[in-house]
């Protein structure tokens, strides 16, 4: 059974144009963690929750903003999409209460026209 | 920071043959370094990890190796199959936020 949920896999946005993309998880861990992977990179950190504790990377643009409404949820905001934005955005929670292993989500690949 | 390294960017096998992924990191206080499998248009797959108070784990075909003094890992991977082509990252984690660093990747192609 699927572990983190993403929706939509695929996603159609024109510059400009919000974006939300969402993420569940059903191990109910209170850390969650959003990567943006461009074509042929490594998964870059976005910004990662440890309960309802928002945690930015230093290098993160202000156009990407994060929701998490409960355990369960999050959502990645693109306020206002460009061309570079064109990714896959991935979400991962931990396996567990006091591991480190991660597990990652299929992914939301993001076309900007 | 933490700054992880990764070679080589492309490996080619025959299959069958062995396949050996290296990766080196830079802050002595990382302490969990796990393997990722990607394919094309998907997630990664958590394929192995190892901890810093372990020098190897082995998962059938797969093993991963660490040397704490030199700060390099690897895997390796026996009797390669094709449906082992992907694209392989390495990752070094420390602290409790379990951030991970990842390595620039490794596109291993096995030939039948």
């Known amino acids: 059974d699927a572990m983190v949920i993403q929706n939509p896999r695929y996603q159609v946005t024109q510059f400009g144009k919000p974006v939300t993309l969402s993420c569940s998880q059903t191990?109910?861990?209170?850390?969650m963690y959003w990567y943006q992977q461009k074509s042929s990179q490594a998964p870059k950190l976005l910004f990662h929750y440890y309960d309802k504790d928002f945690n930015n990377e230093a290098d993160t643009p202000d156009n990407f903003q994060s929701r998490r409404p409960n355990t369960s949820f999050c959502f990645l905001d693109i306020r206002s999409p460009g061309l570079g934005d064109a990714a896959m955005y991935l979400c991962a929670t931990l396996a567990g209460v006091g591991t480190d292993t991660q597990y990652f989500g299929p992914g939301t690949r993001l076309t900007v026209l | 920071g933490e700054n992880v390294e990764q070679h080589p960017s492309t490996l080619s096998v025959q299959e069958g043959d062995s396949a050996v992924i290296k990766c080196t990191y830079s802050d002595s206080a990382s302490n969990y370094f796990p393997w990722y499998k990607q394919e094309l248009g998907k997630g990664p797959q958590l394929i192995i990890d190892?901890?810093?108070?372990?020098g190897e784990k082995k998962d059938q075909r797969i093993a991963v190796t660490l040397n704490k003094t030199a700060k390099h890992f690897s895997l390796h991977i026996t009797e390669t199959q094709p449906e082992d082509s992907a694209v392989y990252f390495c990752?070094?984690?420390?602290?409790?936020?379990?951030?991970?660093?990842f390595g620039s990747g490794t596109r291993l192609l096995v030939r039948p």
């Open positions: 191990l109910n861990h209170n850390v």
């Open positions: 190892i901890r810093s108070n372990v």
């Open positions: 990752a070094a984690s420390q602290g409790s936020s379990y951030k991970l660093i």
